[in-house]
């Protein structure tokens, strides 16, 4: 999501300012389908794309680090490790990530591309919401120290969370309880008992950060997703 700042001072407005005219401050979000945004990163240039963006972002940092929690999950019979993220085109093909099929050929590429695409929505509708409740970022930025344009833009993300807890069990059209952590025969798990004392030296970084980029797992966790909603969904009919 790209905030204009209006009052963004002369010298860096080439810095700022895309093909809009209007200088931007870009705000990358993680969202779920309850709207609840797990991840935020604010502050970069709006001339940047999602893959300048990408680069900057700390949100591997969890992962490359040792903090976050094991995650198993298993897909079409093959076992995976690594959370995904449903994302557009422009971004590369990491085991992170999984995009939609541009040009789907057949009922099994094109069923997984519409489920993909209309799932991947709701990032843009937690956006949209969060302007919705906050005109203040609606609206283009007044102020111009940066520093708290992004302190502004912290609260209300707070706030939006703090509402989606709070209202989540009135408009949830998913069942919750397939979230929850206490023994269950499910295949997929995750450990937050994990210990996260792994020492974060450049070998295990570096290891890490090649198993994020897997373009291997990649083409695999799609395939089995392809084939996961059509067994789910389309060997009965069902396209809805």
């Known amino acids: 999501?790209?905030?204009?700042?209006?009052?963004?001072?002369?010298?860096?407005?080439?810095?700022?300012?895309?093909?809009?005219?209007?200088?931007?401050?870009?705000?990358?979000?993680v969202a779920s389908q309850d709207l609840w945004i797990w991840h935020a990163f604010f502050g970069p240039p709006g001339t940047l794309n999602d893959i300048n963006v990408l680069d900057?972002?700390?949100?591997?940092?969890?992962?490359?680090?040792?903090r976050a929690p094991k995650v198993n999950y298993i897909v079409n019979g093959h076992e995976y490790h690594l959370a995904y993220y449903l994302t557009d085109g422009i971004y590369p093909k990491w085991a992170t990530f999984v995009q939609s099929i541009p040009l789907p050929q057949g009922p099994k590429a094109t069923l997984?591309?519409?489920?993909?695409?209309?799932?991947?929505?709701?990032?843009?509708?937690?956006?949209?919401?969060?302007?919705?409740r906050f005109a203040i970022v609606k609206n283009p930025a007044l102020l111009w120290d940066k520093i708290k344009i992004g302190k502004i833009m912290r609260a209300c993300i707070i706030l939006h969370n703090m509402i989606v807890e709070d209202e989540r069990d009135g408009y949830t059209h998913f069942d919750v309880s397939v979230f929850e952590q206490p023994e269950s025969n499910r295949s997929s798990e995750v450990d937050f008992t994990?210990?996260?004392?792994?020492?974060?030296?450049?070998?295990?970084?570096?290891?890490?950060?090649?198993?994020?980029?897997?373009?291997?797992?990649?083409?695999?966790?799609?395939?089995?997703?392809?084939?996961?909603i059509w067994q789910k969904f389309g060997a009965n009919g069902d396209f809805n």
């Open 1 to 29: 999501m790209h905030w204009e700042w209006k009052n963004c001072p002369t010298a860096w407005k080439g810095q700022y300012t895309r093909g809009s005219g209007k200088p931007t401050i870009v705000l990358e979000a």
């Open 56 to 66: 900057r972002s700390p949100v591997f940092d969890d992962i490359l680090q040792g």
């Open 112 to 132: 997984f591309a519409t489920h993909q695409e209309a799932v991947r929505k709701d990032v843009e509708r937690a956006f949209g919401v969060l302007q919705a």
């Open 194 to 228: 994990f210990s996260t004392d792994m020492p974060s030296n450049l070998g295990n970084m570096m290891a890490i950060r090649n198993q994020i980029r897997d373009r291997k797992i990649n083409q695999q966790l799609k395939a089995d997703l392809v084939e996961n």
